[in-house]
């Protein structure tokens, strides 16, 4: 009922949903790569093993929270361009106010908790993508 | 040990891992990160602000006054930005 996937893949998130379909509700989020200021290309470099095991332990905290019957996180790593699908999220449960907030809380935590780094290129210049303090609000309501 | 590094702390490194023996006295990651910065002036620059890295003994996330004790694998990388 848990699934984690870090893949240079493209990600199919019709296939994903469905097979969320284990309960009465399923919350599904999905992140695409933005164009902001002409961004072009993204390359997402991760910690193979470690990050695996960080997005385990945060579908884990999740079931643990909410009563569960599905959690999935599926994140890309490698070269992307803009438009293209980042990472997915979902979630299902009986009721929809589980399965909606155990997704914000995936997504939010996601965002502190497992180790990916973004770097960007826009035209012919390459740059890491600082974190943001918003990032860290946003994990900090579910601690 | 074995050190792993990520993203902008590996680019000015130069390097993706390294194999070290640190002394007695370099117990925490900040021990070891004031230990490893005069090693290259790559580590120097890498290393100039610990305030932005952030570190992983062992693959679990940790801050940086965590003890290495008897680490495997110590990691050290900027801030993470997936999602």
Same mark, same amino acid.
Request: hydrophobic share 50%.
């Given at each position: 009922?848990?699934?984690?996937?870090?893949?240079?893949?493209?990600?199919? *998130?019709? +296939?994903?949903? #469905? =097979? $969320?379909?284990?309960?009465?509700?399923? !919350? &599904?989020?999905?992140?695409?790569?933005? @164009?902001?200021?002409?961004?072009?290309?993204?390359?997402?470099?991760?910690? *193979?093993? +470690?990050?695996? #095991? =960080? $997005?385990?332990?945060?579908?884990?905290? !999740? &079931?643990?929270?909410?009563?569960?019957? @599905?959690?999935?996180?599926?994140?890309?790593?490698?070269?992307?361009?803009?438009?293209?699908?980042?990472?997915?999220?979902?979630?299902?449960?009986?009721?929809?106010?589980?399965?909606?907030?155990?997704?914000?809380?995936?997504?939010?935590?996601?965002?502190?908790?497992?180790?990916?780094?973004?770097?960007?290129?826009?035209?012919?210049?390459?740059?890491?993508?600082?974190?943001?303090?918003?990032?860290?609000?946003?994990?900090?309501?579910?601690? | 040990?074995?050190?792993?590094?990520?993203?902008?702390?590996?680019?000015?490194?130069?390097?993706?891992?390294?194999?070290?023996?640190?002394?007695?006295?370099?117990?925490?990651?900040?021990?070891?990160?004031?230990?490893?910065?005069?090693?290259?002036?790559?580590?120097?620059?890498?290393?100039?602000?610990?305030?932005?890295?952030?570190?992983?003994?062992?693959?679990?996330?940790?801050?940086?006054?965590?003890?290495?004790?008897?680490?495997?694998?110590?990691?050290?990388?900027?801030?993470?930005?997936?999602?």
């Amino acid at each position: 009922m848990i699934r984690i996937l870090v893949s240079r893949e493209p990600i199919d *998130p019709a +296939a994903e949903m #469905a =097979a $969320l379909e284990q309960g009465g509700a399923v !919350a &599904t989020f999905t992140g695409l790569v933005r @164009a902001d200021d002409g961004v072009a290309t993204l390359e997402l470099e991760h910690y *193979p093993g +470690a990050t695996e #095991a =960080a $997005l385990t332990r945060l579908a884990e905290d !999740a &079931t643990a929270r909410w009563p569960l019957a @599905a959690a999935t996180i599926v994140h890309r790593v490698g070269p992307m361009t803009a438009g293209e699908r980042i990472v997915f999220v979902g979630t299902c449960s009986a009721h929809r106010q589980a399965a909606l907030e155990a997704c914000a809380f995936l997504i939010d935590r996601l965002k502190t908790d497992a180790p990916f780094w973004k770097r960007e290129t826009v035209g012919e210049k390459t740059r890491w993508v600082e974190a943001r303090a918003a990032d860290d609000d946003a994990a900090a309501r579910w601690r | 040990m074995k050190l792993l590094y990520f993203a902008w702390v590996r680019e000015r490194i130069g390097l993706p891992e390294e194999d070290v023996t640190p002394p007695a006295h370099v117990a925490t990651v900040a021990d070891l990160i004031a230990w490893l910065t005069p090693r290259s002036p790559g580590h120097a620059v890498a290393f100039v602000d610990p305030a932005r890295l952030r570190a992983a003994v062992d693959q679990a996330f940790v801050a940086l006054d965590a003890p290495i004790g008897e680490a495997h694998e110590v990691a050290i990388f900027p801030p993470v930005t997936g999602g």
